[in-house]
């Protein structure tokens, strides 16, 4: 009861506003840029500073949003920042946006390791596309160790073309493979 009537003097202070739908006290006072009351709202105990509107926004959320807004004035947007820091000093406030990016990281760390593996595959495959076949020998019908002096050539030739025949680079003075 006793934090009932300390927000009904919260809003009182504020001029008895009209709370939207989905809206908490705490939003609207931060709409209002009122500081104070964003600071006597946070000493109410068990009053949820954490609370989303209908948009899906806590209240820090929309004193970020509306301090980066280029529509508002200088003023403003230090009323703003004002009262973000305000409610990044509240313990409840703070253990929220911590536990975000905490989540956050994990999210990021897996999206990494997915992306180390993905570098390690193509690593280990990426030479085998460009790897050339040893010539055949025709009286076994095996692949011979031996490259002849005619491919030699083009064997050593640096793939760092990707997906380009050798045969349609005609700037390179380099022997067909048959």
């Not at 009537?5 to 739908?21: C, E, H, K, V, W």
């Not at 790897?131 to 011979?144: F, M, Y």
């Amino acid at each position: 009861m006793a934090n009932e009537t300390r927000l009904d003097q919260i809003r009182q202070s504020l001029g008895n506003p009209d709370i939207p739908d989905g809206q908490t006290l705490l939003h609207v006072a931060v709409e209002a840029m009122a500081v104070e009351a964003v600071r006597n709202i946070l000493e109410v105990p068990h009053f949820d500073v954490n609370a989303e509107n209908s948009s899906g926004k806590t209240a820090l959320e929309l004193a970020v949003d509306r301090s980066l807004d280029r529509a508002a004035s200088d003023a403003d947007a230090r009323a703003f920042r004002n009262i973000e820091r305000v409610l990044l000093g509240h313990d409840k406030v703070s253990a929220f946006v911590d536990r975000l990016y905490r989540e956050r990281q994990v999210n990021v760390d897996a999206a990494n390791a997915i992306l180390l593996g993905a570098a390690l595959i193509a690593t280990i495959t990426f030479p085998g596309w460009f790897t050339l076949p040893l010539p055949q020998d025709t009286s076994t019908n095996a692949p011979s160790l031996q490259v002849p002096p005619t491919n030699a050539r083009a064997i050593e030739f640096p793939f760092f073309v990707w997906w380009v025949p050798l045969q349609a680079v005609p700037t390179l003075d380099c022997p067909k493979i048959k």
